[in-house]
């Protein structure tokens, strides 16, 4: 028996995580990144939404939209009734290229989105990477356009975190789980680590 065996609750993929809005029903797949819709009262597909990667978590849906996040990097805004895109925001920047390397044994953006979205007030949040050292983006971009209102681009790296036995180091964000607001906080989850908290409507860290 392994020394350390995998920790079932990380494990995004094993099994999917339905979202039902009136009459549809939504899943996203880590098998084939897609999004599918199914009419509730007959079973039958609605529609199916392909993007570049793995899409791991549930998606949300606010105004009769769909948004969702890729392995691939980017987020997605479709219309739920017909599946068509009508956006979509990469959570990385425009000055850093496009790069993939295997991740969970599938080829993954440098800057999955695993941070999954959360609506609010009509603004989605998402966060974009989960390694530190290749960089971590925390958005906040417009429901309707998909135009990013703003952009914490500095929490890959941040002084005087508190770590295991009150021990305080240098540390950054590892974004993996459903985002969550609370009053005038977002919570981003990290996996095993502890959640942070931004101002939700200026993106500053407030506590980590």
């Not at 028996?1 to 094993?14: I, K, Q, V």
């Not at 989960?130 to 906040?140: E, R, S």
């Not at 929490?155 to 005038?184: A, F, K, M, T, W």
Request: proline letters at 8%; one cysteine or more; glycine letters at 12%.
């Amino acid at each position: 028996m392994p020394a350390w065996p995998n920790e079932p609750r990380l494990h995004f993929d094993a099994a999917f995580q339905p979202v039902v809005s009136g009459t549809t029903l939504l899943f996203v797949s880590p098998n084939d990144g897609s999004l599918r819709a199914f009419d509730t009262r007959s079973g039958q597909t609605r529609w199916t939404f392909f993007t570049e990667g793995p899409v791991r978590l549930a998606p949300v849906v606010a105004g009769g939209r769909a948004y969702a996040g890729s392995d691939d990097g980017w987020l997605y805004g479709l219309d739920l009734a017909e599946g068509r895109l009508l956006w979509k925001v990469r959570g990385a920047p425009a000055d850093r290229p496009d790069r993939r390397h295997l991740g969970n044994n599938r080829l993954v953006s440098f800057w999955p989105v695993r941070g999954g979205p959360v609506v609010g007030d009509g603004t989605v949040y998402f966060a974009a990477g989960i390694w530190p050292t290749l960089g971590v983006f925390v958005l906040a971009v417009d429901a309707d356009s998909g135009h990013v209102q703003w952009c914490n681009d500095g929490l890959s790296l941040i002084d005087d975190v508190r770590l295991d036995h009150n021990d305080l180091r240098p540390s950054g964000l590892s974004p993996q789980g459903h985002l969550l607001l609370s009053g005038e906080k977002l919570l981003i989850p990290n996996g095993r680590s502890m959640p942070a908290a931004l101002d939700r409507r200026s993106g500053k860290l407030l506590y980590y």
